[in-house]
């Protein structure tokens, strides 16, 4: 796990982009979401050029809760487009760019204890 003995942020929530049966034995209606996402956002490393790091994860509904995570790593652009959410924008546009449009595959490995 990622040990800088700085503060985690997680970001989660539900993605809407498929009809999904109800829920069996519901005295209300409900609306399944048919996936998730998640974002994990680390202070970086001083000197680097993003103030943070940030591994962004989406998740089929029906994805076995023991299914390894790193197949679900995307970049923070694909959960904005997907989630229609806009994330660090107040960040410099280059910076944004450049850490909302890749899979920091490193960070997603050491979350991952790997």
């Known amino acids: ?13 539900p993605l809407y982009e498929r ?7 519901a005295d209300e ?13 680390v202070p970086a490393p001083q000197g680097s050029a993003a103030p943070i ?3 962004a994860f989406i998740f089929a509904q029906e994805t076995p809760g ?10 923070v652009r694909d ?3 997907r989630a229609g959410l806009d ?6 546009d280059d910076v944004e760019d450049r850490m909302e449009g890749t899979v920091d595959g490193a ?3 050491e979350l991952l204890g790997k």
């Open 1 to 13: 796990m990622v040990k800088t003995g700085k503060r985690v942020f997680v970001l989660t929530g």
């Open 19 to 25: 009809e999904m049966p109800k829920l069996p034995g």
């Open 29 to 41: 209606e409900h609306t399944i979401p048919s996936g998730y996402w998640r974002i994990i956002a």
């Open 53 to 55: 790091r940030v591994a």
């Open 66 to 75: 023991r299914k390894p995570a790193a197949s679900d790593a995307v970049s």
């Open 79 to 81: 959960v904005e487009q």
């Open 87 to 92: 994330f660090f924008w107040t960040l410099p």
């Open 107 to 109: 960070l997603v490995q």
